[in-house]
């Protein structure tokens, strides 16, 4: 579970994410959307506790992030929009290093570990170094990080970024399989057709707060927009199309 109430960000006069509040039951899937610069990002990594919010409380599995950051973040998997990795550790030398972080470490890691790689075609590459690793392993190896200490609840932002189809498609049905099972998922996506598809609920930020939040039916009520699709929900709640902006630029 993830709950989040009147969570605040400020950067001295400017605030970036502005009293969200939002509340992710476990065994649900749930959509972040917004417009760059929304507040998405931020938003994110104060629940990863990665960032201190301002004001406001993000629990984790029940746990204050502020309060008890150690016991919160061992409830939750966090994959960035930037594959990280240590250029200078294998691939299996950085599941070791992500597995001891949650203090984790024996043959039952190891069992994990080689799970793992093999889950996401990494095995070949287990002994060698990241450097030599593309983006899509980058991210494939960060993914597998983060789950290589069985969380609770995972956030991820932007997931898709640099996956082939056929990874893109893993992912899919691990997020899927992992909510089936009674995991929270918290996604922040700029693919409506992936947010709409995958999403059980979906929360839209615009200005650093929640525009609208549900089920695509409950969207549709919320904007009086029966039968639009997400990307027109979307771009109907965060300012539309500057058609008159592309007039000008192209010369129309």
């Known amino acids: 579970m993830i709950r989040l109430t009147e969570l605040t960000k400020r950067y001295g006069k400017f605030t970036a994410v502005d009293g969200i509040e939002l509340v992710v039951p476990p065994g649900e899937l749930f959509g972040l959307l917004g417009p760059n610069g929304a507040g998405k990002t931020t938003t994110i990594r104060m629940i990863a506790g990665i960032l201190r919010p301002t004001s406001g409380t993000v629990l984790v599995g029940g746990i204050d992030m502020q309060a008890r950051p150690l016991e919160a973040k061992a409830r939750l998997g966090y994959i960035p929009d930037r594959p990280f990795v240590y250029d200078k550790l294998t691939g299996g030398e950085f599941l070791r290093f992500a597995a001891a972080l949650y203090g984790l470490q024996g043959p039952a890691v190891e069992r994990r570990m080689d799970e793992l790689l093999e889950l996401f075609e990494l095995t070949p590459w287990k002994t060698e170094l990241t450097e030599a690793y593309s983006h899509g392993m980058r991210q494939k190896l960060i993914i597998a990080g983060a789950l290589v200490h069985r ?102």
């Open 151 to 252: 969380p609770e609840v995972i956030v991820v932002d932007e997931p898709m970024i640099g996956l082939d189809p056929r990874s893109a498609r893993l992912l899919k049905e691990l997020l899927r399989e992992f909510v089936s099972r009674g995991g929270t998922v918290l996604m922040s996506t700029h693919t409506m057709e992936i947010a709409e598809v995958m999403c059980d609920r979906i929360a839209i930020v615009y200005r650093g707060r929640v525009a609208a939040q549900g089920t695509m039916a409950e969207l549709r009520q919320q904007t009086s927009s029966e039968g639009m699709s997400l990307e027109d929900l979307f771009l109907k709640l965060t300012g539309g199309h500057q058609r008159h902006q592309l007039d000008a630029v192209l010369g129309a």
